[in-house]
């Protein structure tokens, strides 16, 4: 099938598209959510220049669609039946995992655009999950999280260890609770790596960022 990539830039959207393609499906288009201001993406806060790398490494283009919280469905829907007409696409892969009203919102817009929803990560062990993106050559950083894990984590590459640690502060080894997103700067999936732009860190309203250099 002709597949939509939910694409989030983070290891989640990054390896449940590999693990679509790898069932053969052919990536045609990369959707993001962005921001009202169109200048960072929502909840993983990448800048366009960041996601076009990533796309330009997949090879596919990368549409940004800015909208609100409160009119993000309506524009969420309107987005997918585009790229159906314009790629000629039969469904939408997603990274989520087993929050069950994510996976139902996620086949409600699906049905709208009449698009068939793709959970290639349903339903698997989180941490196990997180292990299996690392030895399958996933590298990505921390690019936002909660104040439990703090500055400190901001900007660390996920790995085995760094998962351990941050298990033993409580917090969910794949961050599905949206304790912590990602920036994916490599994987099998890319011809060449991402190269970040320098960044600084900052606290808003009790969640951690790395802010971007334009």
Not at 84 to 91: F, G, L, V
Not at 190 to 199: A, C, D, E, I, Q
């Amino acid at each position: 099938m002709n597949i939509i990539s939910s694409w989030s830039g983070g290891k989640d959207s990054c390896y449940a598209l590999m693990l679509a393609i790898s069932k053969g499906n052919r990536p045609s288009v990369l959707l993001n959510m962005m921001n009202e201001n169109n200048k960072i993406s929502r909840s993983h806060g990448l800048t366009p220049s960041l996601l076009n790398q990533q796309a330009k490494a997949i090879g596919v283009p990368l549409i940004g669609i800015p909208s609100s919280w409160e009119d993000y469905e309506n524009i969420y829907i309107e987005a997918l039946k585009n790229l159906k007409d314009t790629y000629q696409t039969n469904a939408v892969v997603f990274g989520d995992i087993d929050l069950e009203p994510h996976r139902e919102w996620e086949e409600k817009v699906c049905n709208a655009a009449e698009l068939k929803a793709i959970l290639p990560l349903w339903q698997q062990n989180r941490k196990e999950l997180v292990f299996e993106m690392i030895d399958n050559g996933i590298k990505a950083i921390i690019t936002s999280c909660n104040t439990i894990l703090g500055h400190y984590f901001l900007g660390k590459e996920i790995t085995k260890q760094l998962v351990e640690e941050m298990e033993a502060l409580g917090v969910d080894a794949c961050g599905e609770n949206g304790e912590y997103h990602t920036v994916v700067i490599d994987c099998p999936l890319f011809l060449t790596p991402v190269v970040l732009p320098k960044y600084s860190k900052i606290t808003h309203n009790n969640y951690c960022f790395l802010v971007w250099e334009s």
